[in-house]
């Protein structure tokens, strides 16, 4: 089921984000999220996932007790393992053994075996936030947000994170909304790219990209084409 908002509105600290703001996400699909800092991108997933609320409007299509949060910090608890942060958000919904098993597939899709009973603070930046992807991906969630996760990474880190992402992803189809100001982000990851004006936001663009993940280059002719025309609108 697509997610719909209709009619949404929405003010903070005196600025409208949203004035009878209107929308659809497909499911299934990884809709990146592109616009002005402060247009209200954040805010937006705030409201789908029930953090904030609306002024006036509603959205179908969710079910908030099946959410995933993917934050810019990887927000592990730091007693826990890499094994018991994810079975810990499992532990309303599977018995302890297919807890174990669920956790171990995640871990090894995200390439940390053998890190299993290591603690946060003996991860590197970019490890915590594989963990923090598999964690995402083993709770039961149909919805996945996705808040600038690799918001500040160098690049090779961002792409080794968007490879396990996708990695993921393939294996398991959730809808994912992911919220980045890195229009090569939401090219290499994005099924759909959505672009906002400044607030009140409007949708200024939408790109389809239907090229396998793999097929993805940084620096072929159809993505420097695709980079420019985000980065027009953008400036616009």
């Known amino acids: 089921?697509?997610?719909?908002?209709?009619?949404?509105?929405?003010?903070?600290?005196?600025?409208?984000?949203?004035?009878?703001?209107?929308?659809?996400?497909?499911?299934?699909?990884?809709?990146?999220?592109?616009?002005?800092?402060?247009?209200?991108?954040?805010?937006?997933?705030?409201i789908i996932g029930g953090l904030s609320e609306p002024t006036s409007g509603a959205i179908t299509g969710i079910n908030e007790q099946a959410l995933s949060y993917i934050f810019q910090e990887p927000r592990l608890l730091a007693w826990k393992t890499v094994r018991q942060n994810i079975e810990f958000v499992l532990n309303n919904a599977y018995a302890e053994t297919e807890r174990k098993i669920i956790a171990q597939n995640f871990i090894e899709l995200v390439e940390l075996n053998g890190f299993e009973n290591y603690y946060p603070s003996q991860l590197s930046g970019g490890m915590r936030q594989r963990v923090s992807?598999?964690?995402?991906?083993?709770?039961?969630?149909?919805?996945?947000?996705?808040?600038?996760?690799?918001?500040?990474?160098?690049?090779?880190?961002?792409?080794?994170?968007?490879?396990?992402?996708?990695?993921?992803?393939?294996?398991?189809?959730?809808?994912?909304?992911?919220?980045?100001?890195?229009?090569?982000?939401?090219?290499?990851?994005?099924?759909?790219i959505i672009v906002f004006s400044q607030a009140p936001i409007e949708v200024v663009a939408k790109k389809t990209i239907n090229v396998p993940f793999s097929e993805r280059e940084l620096n072929s002719p159809r993505y420097n084409g695709l980079k420019e025309d985000l980065l027009r609108v953008l400036k616009d």
């Open 133 to 192: 992807i598999a964690r995402a991906f083993a709770y039961p969630s149909t919805l996945i947000l996705m808040d600038e996760p690799l918001k500040g990474l160098d690049v090779k880190l961002k792409l080794n994170l968007i490879k396990a992402f996708a990695r993921i992803w393939q294996f398991d189809r959730r809808t994912v909304l992911f919220v980045t100001h890195d229009v090569d982000e939401a090219i290499l990851l994005g099924n759909d």
């Open 1 to 46: 089921m697509s997610i719909k908002i209709n009619n949404l509105s929405k003010s903070f600290d005196g600025l409208t984000l949203f004035n009878d703001f209107s929308i659809e996400f497909s499911s299934g699909t990884i809709t990146c999220i592109l616009g002005p800092s402060g247009c209200g991108k954040t805010t937006l997933l705030n």
